[in-house]
């Protein structure tokens, strides 16, 4: 029969005591186990930071010294780990390799689902014909996009920016700038918006109610003519 881990842990439990220090090496064994188990999982855990070092912050999990790269200690760049010295961090097992006695936390996957689940929450409580003040953040080949606040980016596709044909974004727009903009749809998260829906078209011409309009057809707006003219006599 194939020796299991528990076979394993107790072999070395009975060798340890006899020099009298199995207790922590056993331990430290479980702990590694447990971290093995953690990566596979993905569980979240929390560890507090005991120390600073090159490259990152360390922290204690069940007596094992586990590091924590700057890398992966936030969604922003860091450039003093010193403020994260005592605190707490939700964390989940990267790497855990007892035979090179590494093991690697990360905090940063935990920070981006809690910013995904944020930005869902907003778009939720954004509606179509919603209009917004916003700021061109960015321009692109196919359109601009535009920071609306609160965190929020939606796109104005180049056709919607201007009734007329545009080449380029960048030849209406520019970052920084300030426009009003329509929420015209939202899909899979993304917002859509549109400029021109808030602007008048000027080559649209308006019918008053009671006007009479000739099409251009030569045939039919004949017709409609000898058809005006019979009712005025």
């Known amino acids: 029969m194939e020796e299991t881990m528990k076979d394993y842990e107790k072999m070395l439990e009975e060798s340890y005591s006899l020099m009298g220090d199995g207790v922590h090496d056993t331990d430290e064994l479980l702990a590694?186990?447990?971290?093995?188990?953690?990566?596979?999982?993905?569980?979240?855990?929390?560890?507090?930071?005991?120390?600073?070092?090159?490259?990152?912050?360390?922290?204690?999990f069940e007596g094992i010294r586990a590091f924590i790269p700057v890398s992966k200690l936030s969604l922003e760049r860091i450039d003093d780990c010193n403020p994260f010295l005592g605190k707490e961090l939700e964390v989940r097992?990267?790497?855990?390799?007892?035979?090179?006695?590494?093991?690697?936390?990360?905090?940063?996957?935990i920070l981006k689902e809690k910013q995904e689940s944020a930005r869902k929450k907003k778009v939720s409580d954004i509606s179509i014909g919603q209009v917004f003040k916003g700021v061109v953040s960015s321009i692109k080949d196919y359109g601009?996009?535009?920071?609306?606040?609160d965190g929020m980016n939606g796109l104005v596709h180049i056709s919607q920016i201007s009734h007329k044909r545009i080449k380029h974004p960048g030849t209406v727009l520019k970052p920084g700038q300030e426009v009003d903009v329509?929420?015209?749809?939202?899909?899979?998260?993304?917002?859509?918006?549109?400029?021109?829906?808030l602007l008048e078209n000027p080559e649209e011409e308006t019918v008053e109610e009671g006007d009479f309009v000739i099409p251009e057809s030569e045939e039919i707006g004949t017709s409609l003519k000898d058809l005006l003219k019979g009712l005025s006599l």
């Open 32 to 60: 590694w186990r447990k971290a093995s188990e953690l990566k596979e999982s993905q569980e979240n855990i929390t560890v507090t930071v005991t120390g600073i070092v090159k490259g990152g912050v360390v922290a204690d």
């Open 93 to 109: 097992v990267f790497e855990a390799d007892i035979d090179e006695d590494k093991l690697i936390l990360s905090a940063k996957e």
């Open 144 to 149: 601009a996009f535009i920071d609306i606040g």
């Open 182 to 197: 329509k929420v015209i749809d939202i899909k899979d998260g993304k917002i859509s918006l549109s400029i021109k829906a």
